[in-house]
């Protein structure tokens, strides 16, 4: 028998979106602990959604995704059903909400991580990591045009009362 099948019966049954459950919680409900492996510095690995691992297939195959929560040892166990559905488009500051569609998996991935650390939301940390990218850029832009234009040897001041008087 599959040590991880009363995890996969107890998500199979359970009807959330999300089901939220602790390392403790887990290891009861298999009536054992859990392997070193899902606590080490690799867990990331064992938790992922992965077919060639027999736990990971626990979870799968009750049509549910696992997302670790590193800093509190617990795993949330979302439907893959309820992922199906078209995300909901809301306008923030005239622009359509960001979805996360398109990424591939090192993206994705990479937002988990910063979402993880910070305690957000992968929106939100996609969200900062624009913004970062957004500001590198700019300083990036000022940096090439400081290092690519010529200096005025007319002073701002005088500029100013040149534009003014010739209006």
């Known amino acids: ?8 019966s107890y998500l199979a049954e359970r009807e959330e979106i999300s089901v939220v459950m602790t390392y403790k919680e887990i290891e009861a409900l298999l009536g054992r602990k859990l392997p070193p492996t899902a606590y080490g510095v690799h867990k990331r690995q064992w938790w992922a959604n992965t077919e060639t691992h027999s736990q990971a297939l626990a979870w799968l195959r009750a049509k549910r995704k ?6 509190h040892d617990r795993v949330t166990f979302t439907s893959v059903l309820a992922s199906l559905a078209p995300p909901a488009v809301r306008p923030i500051d005239g622009m359509a909400e960001l979805h996360l569609k398109g990424l591939n998996s090192a ?15 992968p929106e939100d940390a996609a969200v900062t990591l624009i913004n970062q990218s957004a500001l590198k850029r700019r300083a990036a832009t000022l940096d090439w045009f ?22």
């Open 107 to 121: 993206a994705k991935r990479m937002l988990e991580d910063i979402a993880e650390e910070k305690g957000v939301s």
């Open 66 to 71: 696992a997302r670790l929560d590193v800093n």
């Open 1 to 8: 028998m599959n040590v991880y099948a009363p995890l996969q």
């Open 146 to 167: 400081a290092a690519n234009t010529a200096i005025s040897k007319t002073s701002s001041v005088d500029l100013i009362r040149a534009d003014r008087d010739g209006r």
